[in-house]
């Protein structure tokens, strides 16, 4: 989609709309991408001691400075094509140290004139890295934003759920306390208004397979629920809210969490009021995946839509079509690792372990 001016503007061909052919389109796009240990030199209370530079990583300044170039290139691009020329609107992101590593990222050279504003919370995780969302403030101005906690218990069949502001914590790895508490991930839920219309964005980074799958997903299907009764808390507000979920689930498109906790379906036509349709899921059918888990290909990262968001009226923004970024210099080309993603080393620094995803939204221009 070829953009020249300040609001972009497809000319979708009859392929894509059939009897609207001709018809103007504004084109946004919304990415996730999981930025993989984006961390700073500097010391904080947070356990970053593997990031510094004479920790484990050896994690100079000349490396975080490499991290931030590779990651603003991948940003840049994610969605763009021969038509498409404009970097997304939404980006969100996941294992992010604090806000200061994206105040350097979003000031980049390579992002600086793109101007784009930043939510994000602390965590009081360990390790310290968090969820957050980048959007362009030209286009999309919030209103309210919100960490909203998963509190679930190890040794619980009922897996105890709580919504509190006392308890916001976020553990990369899943940490057990004294009271079998489960420390992982908050939900970020975003709500502004994009070109005037009213859209929610959930960024999401669920709980980690650590200690291995089948151990640990009923803390991804509680992760489900909870971004289920989130969205669901939107309608009981406005029943025709525009939703929007991403993140890196640590779950594939099939498993219980994304099919039974959020209720995803398959097919657009599948999708009842207040339902959830998940494009990826026959993106990964088709074969396709956005990390290596185990020498096995899945998608983990995924971004969602409401039904609101697939209608066949175009009058206002609309789902349009799905995509995965995965070019071939951010793939590993040699050795036992060749077509995974290519992450940070010994010998060199990489963009991330995930592929980025990404959605285009489109809405006719009267």
């Known amino acids: 989609m070829k953009i020249k001016s300040f609001v972009a503007i497809l000319l979708v061909f009859s392929s894509l709309f059939g009897a609207n052919a001709q018809k103007k389109y504004v084109v946004r796009t919304v990415a996730f991408y999981n930025f993989e240990n984006l961390f700073d030199t500097i010391n904080n209370p947070n356990n970053d001691e593997e990031w510094l530079p004479e920790g484990l990583q050896r994690w100079t300044s000349a490396k975080y400075k490499q991290k931030l170039e590779n990651l603003s290139k991948v940003l840049m691009q994610i969605g763009v094509n021969d038509k498409q020329k404009e970097a997304p609107t939404f980006i969100g992101g996941s294992e992010i140290e604090n806000r200061n590593v994206l105040e350097d990222l979003v000031k980049h050279p390579n992002i600086l004139k793109e101007d784009y504003g930043i939510v994000h919370f602390d965590s009081p995780d360990k390790r310290g890295i968090d969820v957050a969302l980048l959007y362009k403030k030209k286009y999309f101005k919030p209103t309210s934003f919100i960490n909203i906690p998963l509190i679930i218990y190890r040794g619980n069949s009922n897996e105890k759920e709580k919504e509190t502001e006392e308890e916001k914590l976020d553990k990369d790895k899943i940490e057990i306390a004294n009271d079998n508490r489960v420390y992982t991930r908050d939900i970020l839920l975003v709500t502004g208004f994009l070109d005037g219309e009213e859209i929610n964005v959930l960024v999401n980074h669920w709980p980690s397979r650590s200690g291995g799958e089948k151990k640990s997903s009923p803390f991804r299907e509680a992760a489900g629920r909870l971004a289920k009764k989130t969205m669901d808390s939107i309608y009981k507000i406005n029943p025709k809210a525009k939703i929007i979920l991403m993140g890196d689930l640590n779950d594939g498109t099939y498993n219980k969490s994304v099919k039974v ?57 609309q789902y349009w079509k799905a995509g995965i970024y995965n070019k071939p210099f951010m793939i590993e080309k040699f050795g036992r690792y060749a077509g995974y993603p290519l992450r940070h080393s010994e010998n060199e620094i990489g963009y991330s372990d995930h592929f980025p995803v990404y959605i285009y939204l489109v809405k006719e221009v009267k």
């Open 261 to 317: 906790g959020i209720g995803a379906k398959l097919k657009k036509s599948e999708v009842q009021q207040f339902g959830v349709f998940n494009p990826f899921e026959q993106m990964f059918k088709d074969g396709n995946s956005t990390l290596f888990y185990r020498d096995s290909g899945d998608i983990f990262d995924q971004i969602m839509v409401s039904e609101t968001l697939i209608k066949e009226d175009f009058s206002t923004y």
